[in-house]
C-alpha cells in the first residue's frame, strides 16, 4: 500500500525487518532512512522534510540482558 503516496523499501528476513528502511515522499524524495536488525531498530535513524532538512533523529542502541 502507499499511504498518501509514499513509497516504502524494507528487507525482510524470517518474516521480520532486517536491514535497511526507507520511505519516499510521493515525489520520490527520500522521507525516512533507518536499520533493522532481526525486527528491532538498530543504529541512525532520521525523518526528513520535503526539502530534505533533518527534521528528527535518533540512535538505537541494541538492548542487551544483563546490561
Known sequence: TRPQGRRFETMWRGGVPD????????????W?????????PSGRHVVYDRA???I??????PWRRGS
Open 19 to 30: 536491514g535497511p528502511f526507507g520511505a519516499f515522499y510521493a515525489d520520490g524524495t527520500l
Open 32 to 40: 525516512a532512512e533507518a536499520t533493522y536488525v532481526r525486527g528491532a
Open 52 to 54: 530534505g532538512k533533518i
Open 56 to 61: 528528527y533523529e535518533t540512535v538505537f542502541v
